[in-house]
Protein backbone atom coordinates (compact mmCIF):
# COMPACT_ATOMS: atom_id res chain seq x y z
CA UNK A 1 0.00 0.00 0.00
CA UNK A 2 0.77 4.07 -0.73
CA UNK A 3 0.34 6.81 0.65
CA UNK A 4 1.05 9.77 -1.53
CA UNK A 5 1.20 13.13 0.86
CA UNK A 6 1.22 16.63 -0.86
CA UNK A 7 1.16 19.98 0.36
CA UNK A 8 -2.96 20.78 -0.40
CA UNK A 9 -5.54 20.02 -3.05
CA UNK A 10 -4.09 21.85 -5.85
CA UNK A 11 -0.90 19.36 -5.86
CA UNK A 12 -2.44 16.05 -4.98
CA UNK A 13 -4.92 16.58 -7.96
CA UNK A 14 -2.07 17.33 -10.16
CA UNK A 15 -0.05 14.14 -9.11
CA UNK A 16 -2.76 11.85 -9.46
CA UNK A 17 -3.65 13.51 -12.87
CA UNK A 18 -0.11 12.56 -13.86
CA UNK A 19 0.04 8.97 -12.40
CA UNK A 20 -3.56 8.26 -14.15
CA UNK A 21 -1.81 10.24 -17.56
CA UNK A 22 1.20 7.93 -16.99
CA UNK A 23 -0.83 4.49 -16.63
CA UNK A 24 -2.95 5.09 -19.66
CA UNK A 25 -0.33 5.74 -21.66
CA UNK A 26 1.39 2.46 -20.45
CA UNK A 27 -1.74 0.49 -20.57
CA UNK A 28 -1.94 1.62 -24.29
CA UNK A 29 -6.02 1.15 -24.73
CA UNK A 30 -7.07 0.22 -28.47
CA UNK A 31 -10.24 -1.12 -29.93
CA UNK A 32 -9.55 -4.32 -27.72
CA UNK A 33 -8.02 -2.51 -24.67
CA UNK A 34 -11.07 -0.82 -23.88
CA UNK A 35 -10.68 1.93 -21.17
CA UNK A 36 -13.73 2.26 -19.54
CA UNK A 37 -15.22 3.73 -16.31
CA UNK A 38 -18.13 2.82 -14.73
CA UNK A 39 -20.16 5.01 -12.27
CA UNK A 40 -23.43 4.89 -9.66
CA UNK A 41 -26.17 7.02 -10.62
CA UNK A 42 -29.94 6.74 -9.61
CA UNK A 43 -30.95 9.84 -12.15
CA UNK A 44 -32.45 10.45 -15.34
CA UNK A 45 -29.24 11.04 -17.50
CA UNK A 46 -30.78 14.29 -18.41
CA UNK A 47 -30.90 15.75 -15.29
CA UNK A 48 -27.89 18.28 -14.68
CA UNK A 49 -26.98 16.21 -11.43
CA UNK A 50 -27.05 12.59 -12.58
CA UNK A 51 -23.84 11.23 -13.11
CA UNK A 52 -23.88 11.02 -16.73
CA UNK A 53 -24.45 14.36 -17.26
CA UNK A 54 -21.38 15.71 -15.14
CA UNK A 55 -18.98 12.95 -16.52
CA UNK A 56 -19.97 14.04 -19.67
CA UNK A 57 -20.25 17.63 -19.73
CA UNK A 58 -16.55 17.67 -17.67
CA UNK A 59 -14.72 15.01 -18.86
CA UNK A 60 -16.06 12.81 -21.53
CA UNK A 61 -16.49 15.65 -24.20
CA UNK A 62 -12.91 17.12 -24.08
CA UNK A 63 -11.77 13.69 -24.61
CA UNK A 64 -11.03 11.37 -27.90
CA UNK A 65 -13.49 8.59 -26.63
CA UNK A 66 -16.01 6.40 -28.47
CA UNK A 67 -19.06 6.66 -26.35
CA UNK A 68 -19.76 3.06 -25.99
CA UNK A 69 -16.48 2.75 -23.95
CA UNK A 70 -18.06 4.91 -21.50
CA UNK A 71 -19.99 2.23 -19.54
CA UNK A 72 -22.31 3.94 -17.19
CA UNK A 73 -24.95 2.28 -14.40
CA UNK A 74 -28.71 2.79 -15.83
CA UNK A 75 -30.58 3.65 -12.58
CA UNK A 76 -34.02 3.86 -14.39
CA UNK A 77 -33.65 0.78 -16.14
CA UNK A 78 -36.64 -1.66 -16.05
CA UNK A 79 -34.97 -4.37 -14.37
CA UNK A 80 -31.75 -2.84 -11.56
CA UNK A 81 -30.81 -5.97 -10.47
CA UNK A 82 -30.44 -7.06 -14.70
CA UNK A 83 -28.84 -4.27 -15.22
CA UNK A 84 -26.04 -4.75 -12.42
CA UNK A 85 -25.30 -8.15 -13.42
CA UNK A 86 -24.90 -6.63 -16.69
CA UNK A 87 -22.56 -4.37 -15.86
CA UNK A 88 -20.33 -6.70 -13.90
CA UNK A 89 -20.40 -9.08 -17.36
CA UNK A 90 -19.53 -6.09 -19.20
CA UNK A 91 -16.67 -5.40 -16.53
CA UNK A 92 -15.52 -8.97 -17.04
CA UNK A 93 -15.63 -9.07 -21.18
CA UNK A 94 -13.39 -6.55 -20.85
CA UNK A 95 -10.64 -8.13 -18.95
CA UNK A 96 -11.29 -6.44 -15.34
CA UNK A 97 -10.64 -3.21 -14.41
CA UNK A 98 -7.22 -2.00 -15.00
CA UNK A 99 -7.29 1.33 -12.59
CA UNK A 100 -10.10 1.67 -10.43
CA UNK A 101 -10.06 5.64 -9.12
CA UNK A 102 -12.29 6.95 -6.48
CA UNK A 103 -13.19 9.53 -3.52
CA UNK A 104 -14.26 8.78 -0.14
CA UNK A 105 -17.31 10.05 2.01
CA UNK A 106 -16.35 11.28 5.38
CA UNK A 107 -17.94 7.84 6.51
CA UNK A 108 -15.17 6.27 4.68
CA UNK A 109 -17.73 4.78 2.20
CA UNK A 110 -16.36 3.91 -1.22
CA UNK A 111 -18.56 4.27 -4.06
CA UNK A 112 -22.20 3.98 -2.74
CA UNK A 113 -20.69 1.12 -0.38
CA UNK A 114 -22.15 2.95 2.31
CA UNK A 115 -20.86 1.87 6.50
CA UNK A 116 -21.83 -1.94 6.85
CA UNK A 117 -21.33 -3.27 2.94
CA UNK A 118 -19.95 -6.20 2.68
CA UNK A 119 -16.76 -6.14 1.81
CA UNK A 120 -17.46 -9.27 -1.02
CA UNK A 121 -20.29 -7.46 -2.36
CA UNK A 122 -20.52 -7.29 -5.81
CA UNK A 123 -22.42 -4.34 -8.09
CA UNK A 124 -25.89 -4.02 -6.70
CA UNK A 125 -28.89 -1.31 -5.67
CA UNK A 126 -27.98 -0.03 -2.39
CA UNK A 127 -29.84 2.28 -0.06
CA UNK A 128 -28.10 5.85 0.84
CA UNK A 129 -27.14 6.27 4.19
CA UNK A 130 -28.47 9.87 5.95
CA UNK A 131 -25.09 11.21 5.59
CA UNK A 132 -24.58 10.54 2.20
CA UNK A 133 -27.81 12.33 1.53
CA UNK A 134 -27.54 15.08 3.50
CA UNK A 135 -23.89 15.73 1.74
CA UNK A 136 -25.64 15.45 -1.40
CA UNK A 137 -28.33 18.03 -0.82
CA UNK A 138 -25.59 20.88 -1.97
CA UNK A 139 -26.29 19.48 -5.62
CA UNK A 140 -30.03 19.87 -5.27
CA UNK A 141 -30.45 23.27 -3.49
CA UNK A 142 -30.52 21.97 -0.02
CA UNK A 143 -33.73 20.46 -0.58
CA UNK A 144 -33.60 16.70 1.16
CA UNK A 145 -36.64 15.62 -0.67
CA UNK A 146 -35.25 15.79 -3.70
CA UNK A 147 -32.14 14.11 -2.81
CA UNK A 148 -32.14 10.17 -4.47
CA UNK A 149 -32.22 7.89 -1.67
CA UNK A 150 -30.81 5.11 -3.54
CA UNK A 151 -28.43 4.11 -6.59
CA UNK A 152 -26.94 1.76 -8.05
CA UNK A 153 -23.10 0.89 -7.30
CA UNK A 154 -20.38 -0.95 -7.83
CA UNK A 155 -19.20 -3.51 -4.94
CA UNK A 156 -16.73 -3.15 -2.58
CA UNK A 157 -15.45 -7.16 -4.10
CA UNK A 158 -16.13 -5.41 -7.98
CA UNK A 159 -13.31 -2.93 -7.10
CA UNK A 160 -11.09 -5.34 -5.33
CA UNK A 161 -10.47 -7.26 -8.26
CA UNK A 162 -9.25 -4.33 -9.85
CA UNK A 163 -5.63 -4.81 -10.51
CA UNK A 164 -5.14 -1.36 -9.40
CA UNK A 165 -6.78 1.12 -6.91
CA UNK A 166 -6.05 4.36 -6.61
CA UNK A 167 -7.84 6.31 -3.97
CA UNK A 168 -7.93 10.03 -3.59
CA UNK A 169 -8.26 11.75 -0.19
CA UNK A 170 -8.39 15.48 0.40
CA UNK A 171 -9.73 17.69 2.93
CA UNK A 172 -9.77 17.73 7.23
CA UNK A 173 -13.48 16.39 7.15
CA UNK A 174 -12.01 13.41 5.58
CA UNK A 175 -9.30 12.48 7.83
CA UNK A 176 -10.64 10.56 10.70
CA UNK A 177 -11.25 8.16 7.31
CA UNK A 178 -7.86 8.09 6.08
CA UNK A 179 -7.02 7.58 9.74
CA UNK A 180 -9.34 4.22 9.67
CA UNK A 181 -8.24 3.09 6.20
CA UNK A 182 -4.62 3.34 7.18
CA UNK A 183 -3.91 2.73 10.74
CA UNK A 184 -6.99 0.40 11.91
CA UNK A 185 -7.66 -2.97 10.52
CA UNK A 186 -10.28 -3.62 7.85
CA UNK A 187 -13.86 -3.26 9.20
CA UNK A 188 -17.25 -3.32 7.02
CA UNK A 189 -18.14 -0.36 8.74
CA UNK A 190 -15.32 1.93 7.28
CA UNK A 191 -15.06 -0.14 3.39
CA UNK A 192 -11.89 2.14 2.24
CA UNK A 193 -10.56 0.07 5.13
CA UNK A 194 -10.48 -3.16 2.55
CA UNK A 195 -7.85 -2.03 0.35
CA UNK A 196 -5.40 -2.17 2.99
CA UNK A 197 -5.78 -6.09 1.42
CA UNK A 198 -5.42 -5.26 -2.45
CA UNK A 199 -1.98 -5.58 -3.53
CA UNK A 200 -1.72 -2.26 -5.57
CA UNK A 201 -3.35 0.53 -3.95
CA UNK A 202 -2.65 3.83 -3.49
CA UNK A 203 -3.80 6.47 -1.76
CA UNK A 204 -3.08 10.22 -2.97
CA UNK A 205 -4.17 12.86 -0.02
CA UNK A 206 -2.94 17.01 0.72
CA UNK A 207 -1.56 17.69 4.61
CA UNK A 208 -5.24 18.17 5.61
CA UNK A 209 -6.33 15.02 5.38
CA UNK A 210 -3.31 13.38 7.73
CA UNK A 211 -4.47 15.77 10.47
CA UNK A 212 -5.85 12.35 12.63
CA UNK A 213 -2.34 10.33 11.24
CA UNK A 214 0.41 10.11 13.75
CA UNK A 215 3.39 11.60 13.38
CA UNK A 216 5.48 8.99 12.74
CA UNK A 217 3.01 7.29 9.95
CA UNK A 218 3.41 10.59 7.97
CA UNK A 219 7.02 11.21 8.46
CA UNK A 220 7.54 7.50 7.15
CA UNK A 221 5.25 7.83 3.76
CA UNK A 222 7.06 11.41 3.25
CA UNK A 223 9.61 10.15 3.50
CA UNK A 224 9.22 7.87 0.96
CA UNK A 225 7.89 10.74 -1.75
CA UNK A 226 11.36 10.34 -3.48
CA UNK A 227 10.07 6.57 -4.67
CA UNK A 228 6.71 7.94 -5.64
CA UNK A 229 7.84 11.07 -7.43
CA UNK A 230 9.63 8.28 -9.97
CA UNK A 231 5.96 6.97 -11.09
CA UNK A 232 4.88 10.76 -12.24
CA UNK A 233 8.49 12.22 -13.77
CA UNK A 234 8.76 11.72 -16.57
CA UNK A 235 5.11 12.27 -17.55
CA UNK A 236 4.96 9.87 -20.62
CA UNK A 237 3.76 10.28 -23.89
CA UNK A 238 2.19 7.95 -26.19
CA UNK A 239 4.93 8.22 -28.63
CA UNK A 240 7.30 7.52 -26.07
CA UNK A 241 6.04 3.91 -25.71
Not at 75 to 89: I, K, P, R, S, T
Request: hydrophobic letters at 40%.
Amino acid sequence: MRLVILDDYDLASEWAAKYIRNRIVQFRPSADRCFTLGLPTGLPRAHPESYHSYMWNNFFKHIDIDPANAHILDGNADDLEVECQAFEQKIAEAGGIELFVGGIGPDGHIAFNEPGSSLVSRTRVKTLAKDTIVANARFFGNNLSKVPTMALTVGVGTVMEAKEVMILITGAHKAFALYKAIEEGVNHMWTVSAFQQHPRTIFVCDEDATLELRVKTVKYFKGLMHVHNKLVDPVLSVKDQ
